[in-house]
């Protein structure tokens, strides 16, 4: 069974900050999984990667295979990006369910 | 598209009872997923179905759980009878053919 450990657990930054959440995992994935986790508790899937990076916005997410390690960036980061994030793997082509992360709590401070 | 659906959005119930929870996946997704998320234990996998089919439950707690699928438009999560310690937000999501999950509002369970 997969492991996947995120660090850090909880992080606190100002306004404008780049922010770095890193994601290591155990054995070998066919996709890794990032996640935000609003307030509210509703959750939004971010990017979906298998190799390389991804770009959205203010977003970006990399992947290691290799390393088995995932970065997500968040550069000029605004109050609004406080959330949960949570990276998670799948091991069947995407096909199947996710072996998740305890999640990382970002607070941006204005 | 109204995203998946999921009722009741909240349920309190008493230790004994019986609970069922209910999702409507997004319309031509054939991946059916059920999540538990606790604080102790953050998010983990219950089920999932693909094309109405459950392909691996090993997520399920115990007898006491149950999910079924009897068509492509609607799911449900039953657990009976259900102990405190089932009290969690449960969440389903769905997916085209294995790619993105999109996940549905959560149902915030609470057993007394």
């Known amino acids: 069974k997969n492991e996947v450990e995120q660090s850090p657990q909880n992080l606190t930054a100002q306004e404008g900050e780049f922010i770095t959440i890193n994601c290591s995992y155990s054995?070998?994935?066919?996709?890794l999984h990032w996640l935000q986790q609003h307030p509210g508790g509703g959750i939004v899937s971010l990017f979906m990667?298998?190799?390389g990076k991804k770009k959205h916005g203010r977003l970006i997410a990399t992947i290691n295979i290799q390393e088995k390690h995932s970065s997500l960036h968040i550069t000029a980061s605004h109050p609004r990006d406080s959330a949960v994030y949570i990276c998670a793997a799948s091991s069947g082509g995407g096909a199947d369910g996710l072996t998740f992360g305890k999640g990382t709590h970002l607070i941006i401070q204005p | 598209d109204a995203g998946v659906i999921q009722s009741p959005r909240h349920e309190v119930t008493e230790m004994g009872q019986e609970v069922t929870l209910r999702c409507k996946p997004i319309?031509?997704?054939?991946?059916l997923f059920w999540y538990r998320q606790t604080m102790m234990r953050g998010l983990e996998l219950l089920i999932y179905?693909?094309?109405?089919?459950?392909?691996?439950d090993s997520g399920m707690p115990e007898d006491r759980f149950s999910a079924k699928m009897p068509n492509a438009s609607f799911s449900t999560l039953k657990i009976q009878p259900s102990e405190p310690r089932d009290s969690a937000v449960y969440f389903c999501?769905?997916?085209?053919?294995?790619?993105?999950?999109?996940f549905g509002p959560g149902t915030r369970l609470t057993v007394l």
């Open positions: 999501a769905s997916s085209p053919s294995g790619t993105t999950q999109f």
């Open positions: 319309s031509g997704h054939d991946y």
């Open positions: 179905f693909n094309n109405n089919v459950p392909i691996d």
């Open positions: 990667l298998s190799s």
């Open positions: 054995v070998g994935i066919s996709a």
